[in-house]
Nanobody, 122 residues
Framework: QLQLAESGGGLVQPGGSLRLSCAAS????????IGWFRQAPGKEREGVLC????????YYTDSVKGRFTISRDNVKNTVYLQMNSLKPEDTAVYYC???????????????WGQGTQVTVSS
């Protein structure tokens, strides 16, 4: 069964850091792009960041540039989203998704994880 599982979310104070993981099972991530999306309460889901199969990254949200980075470990079959200097407006459910290429469009991704909640609050 092909699955993606996000983990690492939680409650963090403003200015803090979290590292989200997106672990794949049932297939290898080597040849795929992984995108991170987020959905804040009352808002549409938006693309955040993506890493291609060749490990190049693409930002889809300007507000995270300089604070969020993405990386992949093909041995562990996992992609990471490192989030630093977190702000309350980063509060959202974060999803990872797999596709052939990086894109800011949800429809380009083949399947999704279940999401992990990130709450930034003092």
């Amino acid at each position: 069964q092909l699955q993606l599982a996000e983990s690492g979310g939680g409650l963090v104070q403003p200015g803090g850091s979290l590292r989200l993981s997106c672990a794949a099972s049932g297939f290898t991530l080597d040849y795929y792009a992984i995108g991170w999306f987020r959905q804040a309460p009352g808002k549409e889901r938006e693309g955040v960041l993506c890493i291609s199969s060749s490990s190049s990254s693409t930002y889809y949200t300007d507000s995270v540039k300089g604070r969020f980075t993405i990386s992949r470990d093909n041995v562990k079959n996992t992609v990471y989203l490192q989030m630093n200097s977190l702000k309350p407006e980063d509060t959202a459910v974060y999803y990872c998704a797999v596709g052939y290429y990086c894109s800011g469009y949800e429809s380009m991704y083949k399947f999704w994880g279940q999401g992990t909640q990130v709450t930034v609050s003092s």
